[in-house]
């Protein structure tokens, strides 16, 4: 295990711990839409949240390779074990070529929290566009839609993935977190130099007709907040987060989340979303915007196209 690991572990330990102390005692949480409806559903992002949504980790992580067999789709099965725990990753690959773009949205979420928008509505933005991926095929690129498990618990599947699988046809990584809320796309944890995955990421998002910082945004470094791509950016691939966020709270959210420790005493008066249902009890589908989540697959369609050329 590495420094870096250990750092990682830790952190999701702070943040499972920090959570099931907050989330104590809160609202109770709706209850989950049978798997059943889901699947008869009209497949769009919205009614495909309600896959995971208000589930149990462990009902979450049975319900994606569920809905997988029954629409016929052929994955792969990656379980992991170690001293921090245990888990399954589903891998589904589509199209063909040399070159892979991995796009990530973990199937977890954190004690107490529905967690709709973080994250059961990213992985229903990768199932929806599992559908058109499936129709049409993508041009010049694999597409690997990757499903991780205990990315709560400091990017536990996402790194056993990392160590488990070759890695050098991928070109970039996303992870897609709380996708559910907002108007303006962001891409996080980017540098200051972009390379070239970069560069066709923000191409892509230019070519929809999007502005620079109004319709997208990219950003550097974020100091507390992370997910699954970290796991493959320590592994010398070029990954970001993505997310969407409300415009209107576009320098309330830059406050919030580069300024950490200032926003802990914030956390207690007013959050702006969408954190103000992240990690608690009110994280429910019930707060989920279907511009939102149509945006972000507008978007991923766009990425995919992109890289592809």
């Known amino acids: 295990m590495s420094l870096r690991d250990v750092g990682f572990y830790l952190r999701g330990c702070l943040n499972s711990g920090l959570t099931w102390v907050l989330n104590r005692g809160g609202a109770a949480a709706e209850a989950p839409v049978?798997?059943?409806?889901?699947?008869?559903?009209?497949?769009?992002?919205?009614?495909?949240?309600?896959?995971?949504?208000?589930?149990?980790?462990?009902?979450?992580?049975a319900a994606v390779p569920w809905y997988l067999e029954r629409r016929g789709v052929p994955f792969a099965r990656r379980p992991f074990r170690s001293f921090e725990g245990a888990g399954e990753n589903f891998v589904v690959e589509v199209g063909e070529g040399d070159r892979v773009l991995?796009?990530?949205?973990?199937?977890?979420?954190?004690?107490g929290s529905p967690g709709a928008n973080d994250n059961a509505a990213a992985v229903a933005v990768l199932l929806a566009l599992l559908d058109r991926l499936a129709r049409r095929g993508p041009r010049g690129v694999r597409v690997r839609l990757l499903f991780t498990a205990a990315e709560e618990r400091g990017y536990l599947g996402?790194?056993?993935?990392?160590?488990?699988?070759?890695?050098?046809?991928?070109?970039?990584?996303?992870?897609?977190?709380?996708?559910?809320?907002?108007?303006?796309?962001?891409?996080?944890?980017?540098?200051?130099?972009?390379?070239?995955?970069?560069?066709?990421?923000?191409?892509?998002?230019?070519?929809?007709?999007?502005r620079r910082d109004e319709g997208y945004h990219v950003v550097g470094?974020?100091?507390?907040?992370?997910?699954?791509h970290r796991a493959f950016a320590a592994a010398g691939v070029p990954a970001y987060g993505l997310t969407v966020v409300p415009l209107r709270e576009a320098e309330a959210l830059r406050r919030f989340v580069f300024n950490p420790v200032r926003s802990v005493f914030r956390t207690?008066?007013?959050?702006?979303?969408?954190?103000?249902?992240?990690?608690?009890?009110?994280?429910?589908?019930?707060?989920?915007?279907a511009a939102a989540l149509e945006r972000v697959g507008r978007a991923l369609d766009a990425i995919v196209a992109g890289v592809g050329r």
């Open 34 to 61: 049978p798997l059943e409806q889901v699947l008869a559903g009209d497949g769009s992002p919205l009614a495909l949240a309600g896959l995971l949504a208000g589930r149990s980790n462990e009902a979450r992580e």
């Open 102 to 111: 991995v796009l990530i949205a973990h199937h977890d979420a954190v004690p």
């Open 158 to 210: 996402a790194r056993a993935y990392v160590r488990q699988e070759r890695l050098d046809d991928v070109v970039g990584a996303l992870s897609l977190e709380l996708c559910g809320i907002g108007d303006a796309l962001a891409v996080w944890d980017a540098p200051e130099v972009p390379p070239r995955f970069l560069q066709a990421v923000a191409g892509s998002l230019d070519a929809l007709g999007l």
């Open 221 to 228: 470094r974020v100091p507390v907040f992370g997910s699954d």
């Open 268 to 289: 207690l008066v007013r959050r702006p979303p969408p954190f103000e249902t992240y990690h608690t009890p009110r994280d429910a589908v019930g707060t989920l915007e």
